[in-house]
């Protein structure tokens, strides 16, 4: 019998609170207008067609400060995700997630997640070691615009690839926050919506706003920091990219995104580092080798370098300029 009306007896929070189960929830409330929620549900699984999710020792705590922040995690000891094609396992799983201001939009906040190995399929098909996913968005008060900072590290990656770990960091500053409430307003209208609209209406709807979102953010300028630092064939290998957007506040529409004009505003940065022994044992090891013998790839400290840099539609290569206006017609 369903627990709370409205929802499908198959619906993950029906089998949460089913009778029977025993899941265990604890309240407390402190005097500073704190509130701390609490809950051990155990093992659960869901069903749907053919995939099966099943979380072992499942666990989440929720807890409202006086000021209004909010943390809410999440622990499981083992997740498995299965189809008749594959097996995902994610074991020692912790998620958190962190808010300034619950009666405010979701900005500034975090997401945290952490997972001491991800195995797909067999462990000969991919096994990944140590992982660290973060989120962090901030609002900057004195330019009244949204930072996004995003990491992601694995510390070991086993598999057929010649990956073996990697390190991706990644900040997006300069985001006009009216833009960002306007799409969480929009989210949440189309939340309110679902159950008043068919199918085929929401997903129109959903499409139309979120194209307009994307206009929003092509308009506006915005800035951007990336690294990545790989283990692979044996070396480490670097990779720093900077990317400077004017924005094009005249754009009409995205139909008439012009990839010349993109060319001829944006500005790019990218700084490559490889260990060029490593390379040595990869298969760009003959190309590496002849366009060092020419001087198009220096070294340096046993590495190979690779730098470019984009301004005005002119591409620049270890010094090359490429003018790229003949390519595009510009």
Do not use: K
């Not at 198959?10 to 407390?28: C, K, M, N, Y």
Request: charged share 20%; net charge negative.
């Amino acid at each position: 019998m369903p627990v709370i009306s409205g929802l499908a007896a198959s619906d993950p929070i029906q089998q949460l609170l089913a009778e029977g189960r025993r899941t265990a929830f604890t309240v407390l409330a402190g005097v500073d207008g704190s509130l701390h929620l609490h809950m051990n549900a155990g093992a659960l699984q869901f069903t749907e067609a053919d995939a099966r999710l099943t979380l072992d020792d499942l666990q989440a705590d929720l807890h409202i400060a006086g000021n209004g922040s909010a943390e809410m995690s999440g622990r499981s000891s083992q997740v498995t995700v299965q189809d008749p094609l594959n097996e995902m396992v994610l074991r020692d799983v912790a998620i958190t997630l962190h808010s300034e201001e619950l009666s405010a939009t979701p900005l500034p906040g975090g997401l945290g997640i952490r997972a001491s190995q991800l195995q797909i399929n067999q462990p000969q098909r991919l096994t990944m070691n140590g992982i660290s996913i973060d989120y962090a968005a901030r609002q900057e008060a004195d330019t009244r615009t949204i930072t996004l900072q995003q990491s992601v590290q694995i510390d070991e990656i086993i598999s057929e690839l010649p990956v073996e770990s990697l390190t991706l960091t990644s900040e997006i500053t300069g985001i006009d926050e009216t833009i960002v409430a306007g799409y969480i307003a929009f989210m949440r209208e189309a939340q309110n919506r679902m159950q008043s609209m068919s199918d085929a209406q929401l997903q129109a709807y959903v499409a139309r706003n979120s194209e307009q979102f994307v206009l929003e953010l092509v308009r506006s300028p915005l800035q951007q920091e990336s690294q990545l630092i790989l283990q692979a064939y044996g070396g480490e290998h670097r990779a720093e990219l900077q990317i400077d957007w004017p924005g094009m506040a005249g754009l009409p529409t995205l139909d008439d995104v012009d990839v010349r004009q993109v060319v001829s505003v944006i500005g790019a940065d990218l700084d490559i580092t490889a260990n060029e022994e490593a390379l040595s044992r990869s298969p760009l090891a003959a190309t590496v080798r002849a366009y060092v013998t020419q001087g198009v790839l220096p070294q340096e400290n046993g590495n190979i370098l690779l730098n470019a840099s984009l301004r005005n539609s002119v591409l620049v290569v270890n010094g090359q300029e490429i003018m790229l206006a003949p390519f595009l017609n510009l």
